[in-house]
């Protein structure tokens, strides 16, 4: 996967992930706080920590764009464990109620740890299949998360604790990557506002400009044929070692101080004509 990630001065919330560079985790942190699906903790990410089930359930709203619901849900839940009317209780109840995530005998366990099956179980049920998964047993549901490309199936078990790093790049392939029930395009342009197309990349067609810019094939929203794409675009993103290059581009759409830009959030070379 090449990398796109999201400029700090984009107004998006997230650090620099400076101490992430030259990990695998850097360009799937990036991409996915610029999606606002990850946040950081305490200023950093820290991705060798565990994921807890508060941080899960958080992630899992954002993801499904349910943030805005929260606030109305906000009361008691079906768990003794959940302060009635906590932020955490709003996201309990619209989770549980899309069957998305569930706590076990009255409990949800907010300070507890997550397993891969666990993660993957609400992911998949967030993302793709519905109520289906939630009866796959721990073993099943990571064989099928396998089987669709969602994960790499070897060398963990399903009860093993996932980490922050090991959600991160789960997400980020769910999002981008995997074809699975809906497509990729159908799926980020509903939950997430990412406009996917190919293009080329032409370089900076302005002296001074702020951009770098890239040519679509084919109209994206209100980028068409020939048309000049402003980009911001991360520190340590080279959109000129692409010069020349036909790439698959997914862009978001910004409003930095009245003036439209697109934040470039997946790049990815293409098979060149």
């Known amino acids: 996967m090449m990398s796109g990630p999201a400029l700090a001065s984009s107004g998006v919330s997230g650090v620099s992930n400076y101490d992430l560079v030259g990990t695998p985790y850097y360009d799937s942190v990036t991409r996915l706080e610029a999606l606002d699906v990850l946040r950081s903790v305490y200023g950093s990410y820290p991705v060798n920590d565990a994921v807890s089930r508060t941080y899960l359930a958080e992630t899992l709203i954002r993801m499904v764009q349910l943030g805005d619901l929260v606030p109305a849900a906000e009361g008691p839940t ?10 955490l209780s709003g996201e309990v109840n619209l989770l ?9 005998n009255g409990l949800f366990m907010p300070g507890a740890t997550v397993t891969w099956s666990d ?3 609400s992911i998949m049920s967030a993302l793709y299949y519905g109520e289906g998964v939630n009866g796959f047993s721990d ?27 090991q959600l991160a790049l789960v997400l980020d392939n769910a999002i981008f990557e995997v074809q699975l ?29 702020p951009y770098d810019s890239l040519i679509f094939d084919s109209q994206i929203g209100a980028v068409s044929i020939d048309t000049p794409l402003p980009l911001l675009l991360a520190p340590g993103l080279d959109v000129d070692s692409y010069l020349g290059q036909k790439v698959l581009v997914g862009v978001k759409e910004l409003d930095e101080g009245g003036q439209t830009g697109y934040q470039v959030i997946y790049l990815k070379l293409l098979p060149q004509d």
Do not use: C
């Open 78 to 87: 079906k768990y003794s464990d959940v302060a009635p009317g906590s932020a």
């Open 96 to 104: 549980d109620e899309l069957n998305i995530m569930h706590g076990q």
């Open 119 to 121: 993660a993957i179980r």
């Open 139 to 165: 073993s099943t549901v990571v064989r099928t998360a396998g089987q669709v490309g969602l994960i790499n199936e070897q060398g963990f078990e399903p009860r093993e604790t996932l980490t922050m790093g």
């Open 181 to 209: 029930p809906g497509s990729r395009e159908k799926l980020a342009n509903s939950s997430f506002g990412v406009q996917f197309g190919p293009a080329w990349v032409i370089g900076s067609p302005v002296t001074g400009a």
